[in-house]
T-cell receptor
Framework: GQSLEQPSEVTAVEGAIVQINCTYQ??????LSWYQQHDGGAPTFLSY????GLEETGRFSSFLSRSDSYGYLLLQELQMKDSASYFC????????????FGPGTRLSVLP | GAVVSQHPSRVICKSGTSVKIECRSL??????MFWYRQFPKQSLMLMAT?????????EQGVEKDKFLINHASLTLSTLTVTSAHPEDSSFYIC?????????FGPGTRLTVL
C-alpha cells in the first residue's frame, strides 16, 4: 500500500516563506505532485517532480529526494490568497497510474 | 491547462434515490478518468478508476454496485450513486490525467436528506 505524511497545519504571515514537507512510502513510485485547494473548490495543480532536485515556478518551488522518500513545497512572498490546503500526491504505477493524495496541510496566512 | 467539467455542481436528494454525476474532458481525450470522494477537512480518497470502453476498477471498500461508473466515450465518464443514503453525502470530484498532471473537475456536492 501507500502512505503519505504531511503536517496538518501551518501558519505564517504575509511576505514570509513557508515550507510544507511530505514523506511517503509507496511501491511503484514515479513522481510527486503538489495541489492547492481552497475551501469549497477543486484541487489545482501546482508542480510535479519526477527527478531529484528543485523545480521552481514563480513564487512556488518543489523539491524531491527519491532516496529519502521526501519532498517539500516552498512558498515564498506569502499572500493572503495563499491560505488554502496543500496536498502532496505520489504517482504510482497502478490502475492507470493514478496519484495517491496525502492528508493535506492547512496553510493560514496572517496579515 | 486542460479543462474538466462536472455536472451538476450541487445536488440535494432524498434518501433512496439515485443521482448521476457527469464528468467531461472539454479539450482533450481521456482514456482514464478518476473518481474521488472528499469528506469535510479530509483528503481526497480515490473511489475508482474509469477506463473508456471497459469496466471501472474500484478501490478496496468501495461498493461497485452502489457506485456505478460508465466511461462511454473518450470525453465522458459518469458516476451514479444508487439508493443514496445520508452517509453518502460528500464532495465528489472527477479528474482526468494528461501526461503527469491530473486535471480536476469543479466537484459535485451531494447532500442526501
Amino acid at each position: 500500500g501507500q502512505s503519505l505524511e504531511q503536517p496538518s497545519e501551518v501558519t505564517a504571515v504575509e511576505g514570509a516563506i513557508v515550507q510544507i514537507n511530505c514523506t511517503y512510502q509507496t511501491s511503484g513510485f514515479y513522481g510527486l505532485s503538489w495541489y492547492q485547494q481552497h475551501d469549497g473548490g477543486a484541487p489545482t495543480f501546482l508542480s510535479y517532480n519526477a527527478l531529484d532536485g528543485l523545480e521552481e515556478t514563480g513564487r512556488f518551488s518543489s523539491f524531491l529526494s527519491r532516496s529519502d522518500s521526501y519532498g517539500y513545497l516552498l512558498l515564498q512572498e506569502l499572500q493572503m490568497k495563499d491560505s488554502a490546503s496543500y496536498f502532496c500526491a505520489v504517482g504510482v504505477r497502478n490502475y492507470g497510474q493514478n496519484f495517491v493524495f496525502g492528508p493535506g496541510t492547512r496553510l493560514s496566512v496572517l496579515p | 491547462g486542460a479543462v474538466v467539467s462536472q455536472h451538476p455542481s450541487r445536488v440535494i436528494c432524498k434518501s433512496g434515490t439515485s443521482v448521476k454525476i457527469e464528468c467531461r474532458s472539454l479539450d482533450f481525450q481521456a482514456t482514464t478518468m478518476f473518481w474521488y470522494r472528499q469528506f469535510p477537512k479530509q483528503s481526497l480518497m480515490l473511489m475508482a478508476t474509469s477506463n473508456e470502453g471497459s469496466k471501472a476498477t474500484y478501490e478496496q471498500g468501495v461498493e461497485k454496485d452502489k457506485f456505478l461508473i460508465n466511461h462511454a466515450s473518450l470525453t465522458l465518464s459518469t458516476l451514479t450513486v444508487t439508493s443514496a443514503h445520508p452517509e453518502d453525502s460528500s464532495f465528489y470530484i472527477c479528474s482526468a490525467r494528461q501526461v503527469h498532471e491530473q486535471f480536476f473537475g469543479p466537484g459535485t456536492r451531494l447532500t442526501v436528506l
